[in-house]
């Protein structure tokens, strides 16, 4: 599967554009990991254990965007994006989306 930011793909034909697809995912959070975030945030330094959650959670949108994509016949996504939102400030929604297409290379 071929995923790109941009609305083209150079060296490729888009041969049909098959709709928007997308891939949730929603995480908790803990209350533990929140306290010791807090923590680290007062002396500076990475929040490595959130830098994890957010790593997994971005590969998980991934995976089930790639997932709607291929259940469509689409071997590309065009124009992907993530986006994140809170949600009642206990959650947090992690979606990755984009455009899927049926693309085939250019002969030179």
Known sequence: MLIVTTNEIPGYRIDE??????????????????????????????????TTVLIDSRNQAMQRLVEEATARGANAILAMRFDTSEIGGMWTEICAYGTAARVSRLNS
């Open 17 to 50: 554009i098959l709709g928007s697809v997308w891939g949730l995912t929603v995480r908790s959070r803990n209350i533990v990991s929140q306290f010791g975030a807090g923590l680290k945030s007062i002396f500076g330094g990475e929040l490595r254990g959130m």
